[in-house]
């Protein structure tokens, strides 16, 4: 990766736009531009020329200096901020245009409501804007050797998904299968799981709740004919891949086989629509009228993709009235959850890359759903 490059386009924005410096705070941010991992809260100081400052927990220090392209790495003792108000007091910026990543708790790492007004006292004569908008449109198009990380990330979801399909037996407990899925990703060098949620595992009534998403695992125990859905979240050298299939043990019924082929047929359907130049809102729009048309509409959660790179919460995303429009090499996550009440529950999640030709399946795993034989 060109680490440096990155650095240097993200300057141009901001000398673009008179930004003095910024202070980037999501972990996986800080992992885009400088290839070091940061579970610790961290920052990562660019100005808008010259040398670029991380900032991380004191302990941390010696593991991601050795993992990051950038050896000006600093550690903080008490608080964070206390590194920053120094590069700021030392750099003649207490006055000065400063980018931070402005956002909501659903983008986690960004700047809190309390660091934001702590920061404005110590400094109040600066001006703070929001540079998360331009750092995530930098992540857009992914590059030959990001994709090929994010394969990696797909590989590791693949085998997850199979040794939790291999270990499902009549009795075995969610968190029992969560521990094979994780092994599988593990086995296949999944560094990390990403997800809020964490590996999320659901049987029977646990995944069939009406507009329902899979939760983290309980102590309940699969039995004969539950549907059962397996949502793992891989990280592969930072990048990460996302999987969510379902399974049953013993023979489905008439109910099950039609909510499993009709979420099957517009899973397909969707898939085949993504190609660049879609607008995400005209998909919104298609996926639901498709929904509408086969009459599941009542059984599906009108919400259709996340991003995917280094992070879930960037674009595109498939949204009402979103006028983001699809391009080659742009990574997504096809989401599709139709819920059947006294039936059961499908749910998917896939990533793909945007060719020019159509979708690019990262996962080589198939959409049906599983059957073991009891």
Not at 33 to 45: D, H, I, N, Q, R
Not at 310 to 338: H, K, T, Y
């Amino acid at each position: 990766m060109d680490y440096q490059k990155r650095v240097a386009e993200f300057q141009k924005i901001m000398q673009a736009e008179g930004i003095d410096a910024s202070f980037l705070t999501r972990r996986f941010v800080i992992g885009y531009f400088t290839g070091a991992f940061t579970p610790w809260s961290s920052a990562l100081y660019i100005p808008a020329s010259g040398e670029p400052v991380l900032i991380t927990f004191e302990v941390d220090v010696p593991r991601v200096k050795a993992e990051s392209y950038f050896q000006d790495v600093r550690g903080w003792i008490l608080r964070l901020f206390d590194c920053i108000d120094d590069i700021v007091t030392r750099n003649g910026l207490s006055k000065g245009k400063l980018g931070f990543e402005l956002g909501t708790a659903v983008d986690v790492g960004v700047l809190t409501a309390g660091e934001y007004l702590e920061f404005k006292e110590q400094f109040p004569e600066t001006s703070i804007v929001s540079v998360l908008d331009a750092v995530n449109e930098m992540q857009l198009i992914k590059t030959t050797e990001e994709i090929e990380l994010m394969r990696r990330a797909a590989e590791a979801v693949d085998l997850g998904e199979q040794m939790a399909f291999e270990a499902l037996s009549i009795g075995i407990t969610e968190t029992e299968l969560a521990g094979y899925a994780e092994l599988g990703m593990r086995k296949a060098g999944s560094m990390f799981n990403w997800c809020v949620t964490g590996t999320e595992i659901g049987a029977g009534y646990n995944q069939s709740r009406p507009m329902c998403f899979t939760s983290i695992p309980s102590h309940k125990r699969v039995q004969y004919g539950e549907i059962v859905t397996v949502d793992i979240h891989s990280m592969y050298d930072l990048y990460i891949s996302d999987l969510s299939l379902n399974c049953i043990i013993g023979q489905p019924t008439k109910a099950q086989m039609k909510l499993a082929d009709d979420w099957k047929s517009l899973a397909e359907y969707m898939m085949s629509r993504l190609k660049p130049g879609t607008v995400c809102g005209d998909l919104f729009s298609e996926f639901y009228g498709k929904a509408c048309e086969m009459g599941v509409d009542d059984y599906i959660v009108p919400s259709f993709s996340h991003g995917l790179g280094l992070d879930a919460r960037i674009p595109p995303s498939i949204n009402p009235g979103s006028e983001f429009v699809l391009q080659e090499n742009m990574a997504i996550e096809l989401i599709l959850q139709m819920t059947q009440p006294n039936v059961g529950g499908m749910r998917l999640e896939y990533p793909i890359i945007i060719r020019d030709f159509g979708a690019e399946p990262l996962s080589k795993m198939p959409l049906d759903l599983r059957i073991k034989p009891f």
